[in-house]
């Protein structure tokens, strides 16, 4: 039995076409005006609806142990909830706790997502240590089916690892054809300036973002691609927040580095008075980076809008307010980091940046699907509308107006930091590998029908095109 939608407008990074797509075991087999449907065919009318492929979030924290707490969201919650806001694939990070071994942190990660997801997932591995041992690892990591690394600058003494691990794991995974992605925050500064605020008895969220300036970010942002760069290697900078960061970026590709960038919903949309919210309200907001100011936030949207920055991802890590925020009431150190948004990010990208002509629909979807795929080695089968994909699509209603509210939200956690936002479209359909999981915003599917993603590394061709695509 197959599934026919009619009559919608498809909308992939290169095209806008008005055709009819037809799945049949879990992939599109065909794509063409006036399809006809089979007996015992499911039909979804998509008048005046677009058609995307499937988002792709490229950096989710589910179930992660981080600070003393857990994120509050498993593999089961966050892809519903991730499904319901049109996203049919995650890429989330194995955290290995110091000392554990990469494949042990893998075999964890696994048995997290197994049994749970409702959609596809891959993984990123970080490298929360390095040592000889570690790096002898990284090859198994790779035949794994791990093709990325993560590694963060920040977070001394914890997941962060130093200058001379950063540059071993760039070196180590450059002959793996594996991509290496990277927090940029400096670590030190960091470190200095979190121990003399708390002495000063400077304790309130707002101390959180003071912490953690620009520059220390764009300090961080050019020492990863300047590692990077003598180590002959790519670099994806993750979460990227601020202009001052942005500027070395731009630089590096300026002068022909193969640089690539994300950033978030929230640092798209969200700024540092946040941190004054009463009744310790700025706790919601501390993540890492932290929010920025209004002028970051539109040297972001520009920067999208320009192809300096290939992918917006959500970097979900959420913490319940009323609870594992509160660790943090006496010491804004203390706050967990992190925020939820896996649910959000179509709606808010097509609101406020397709709504008001920041970035074209066709540039919406690349940078919400395609780019993520072509970048993490899911696409073809994944990121776009064509006959032998996976059949991971969004049927998008335009005219569906909504408002984001942790009251109605499927995310598990109490507060949505995009709380209040107004939102128009919302998907009428999900479909994740040719079967509908979404439904007039309700999940219909089944927690525990996504597959392992193991990837292989691009080949140098893939790889060219690639960065002369993104
Ligand atoms: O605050 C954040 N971003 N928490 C999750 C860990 C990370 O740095 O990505
Ligand atoms: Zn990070
Ligand atoms: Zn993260």
Not at 98 to 115: I, N
Not at 465 to 470: I, N, R, S, T, Y
């Amino acid at each position: 039995m197959g599934i026919l939608i009619r009559h919608g407008e498809i909308v992939t990074a290169l095209e806008r076409t008005r055709a009819d797509v037809y799945i049949q075991d879990g992939r599109i087999v065909a794509i063409g005006e006036k399809l006809d449907a089979h007996p015992g065919d499911t039909v979804i009318d998509a008048t005046g609806q677009l058609v995307f492929p499937g988002g792709i979030d490229v950096h989710t924290h589910l179930d992660m142990p981080f600070m003393g707490a857990f994120s509050t969201d498993d593999f089961e919650t966050g892809t519903i909830a991730a499904a319901i806001g049109g996203t049919t694939g995650v890429i989330d990070f194995v955290m290995p706790e110091r000392g554990e071994p990469l494949m042990s942190a893998l075999d964890t990660w696994h048995k997290k997502a197994r049994g749970k997801a409702a959609f596809d997932y891959a993984f990123h591995m970080a490298v929360t240590h390095y040592s000889e041992a570690v790096g002898a690892e990284l090859p198994k990591v790779v035949e794994a089916g791990i093709t990325s690394f993560k590694t963060f600058m920040a977070y001394k003494g914890a997941i962060g690892i130093d200058d001379e691990g950063l540059f071993a794991v760039m070196r180590k995974t450059r002959d793996l054809g594996a991509l290496v992605t990277v927090h940029a925050e400096n670590a030190e500064v960091i470190d200095t300036y979190v121990k003399e605020l708390v002495a000063e008895g400077k304790v309130h969220p707002r101390y959180h973002a003071l912490s953690r300036p620009a520059a220390a970010e764009a300090e961080a942002t050019h020492r990863a691609i300047a590692l990077a760069n003598i180590a002959d290697r790519s670099v994806y900078i993750v979460h990227l927040t601020c202009d001052e960061a942005l500027h070395h970026v731009q630089h590096a590709q300026a002068h022909g580095h193969p640089v690539m960038a994300e950033t978030c919903p929230q640092y798209l949309l969200l700024d540092d008075s946040r941190y004054e919210e009463p009744d310790f309200g700025g706790a919601k907001y501390v993540m890492s980076p932290p929010l920025r100011k209004p002028k970051d936030n539109e040297a972001l949207w520009k920067a999208l809008a320009q192809g300096a920055i290939q992918t917006v991802a959500t970097d979900h890590c959420p913490f319940n307010f009323a609870v594992e925020k509160q660790k943090g009431r006496d010491n804004f150190a203390k706050i967990p980091n992190g925020a939820p948004g896996i649910e959000n990010r179509l709606g808010l990208l097509y609101t406020y940046g397709v709504l008001p002509g920041r970035i074209s629909l066709q540039r919406f979807v690349e940078i919400f699907a395609t780019n993520p795929a072509k970048i993490f080695g899911l696409y073809p089968r994944k990121g776009t509308i064509a006959v032998g994909c996976d059949a991971d699509l969004v049927v998008f209603d335009p005219t569906i107006k909504g408002r984001i509210s942790a009251k109605t939200h499927h995310q598990r956690v109490d507060y949505n930091p995009f709380e209040g936002f107004e939102t128009v479209g919302a998907p009428t359909h999900v479909l994740v590998n040719g079967r509908v999981v979404v439904e007039g915003g309700k999940f219909v599917g089944e927690p525990g029908s996504g597959r392992y993603l193991s990837r292989t590394p691009l080949t140098a061709g893939q790889k060219q095109a690639v960065l002369a695509g993104v």
